[in-house]
């Protein structure tokens, strides 16, 4: 079972940046596609970014432009670096395989955009 840890969030003005970790255990991760997902209250889990396993990226349109997503294999970790961070943006952020979650959820980290 593959152990996903997530750590960086906290609070920040907005037009702020932050930059999310996730650390994942388990030998077969480079093989699969990593996404960072968001739940803000009231409001369904939703994926904002997407890499493949040969570093191709993906993002939601409310995020395109200002987030970006890398991992490193070697260290099994996926980041998100969060730039011009909007009120919107607030939610909990957690890692897991995409588009398809197929391991346990993290306990994620939360990320507020307030002023």
Known sequence: QVRLVESGGGLVQPGGSLRLSCAASGSIFRAYAMGWYRQAPGKQRELVARI????????????????????????????????????????????????????????????TVSS
Do not use: E
């Open 52 to 111: 493949s396993s040969d570093g191709s990226t993906n993002y939601a349109d409310s995020v395109k432009g200002r987030f970006t997503i890398s991992r490193d294999n070697a260290k099994n970790m996926v980041y998100l670096q969060m730039n011009k961070l909007k009120p919107d943006d607030t939610a909990v952020y957690y890692c897991n395989t995409a588009p398809d979650p197929y391991h346990s959820w993290g306990q994620g980290t939360q990320v």
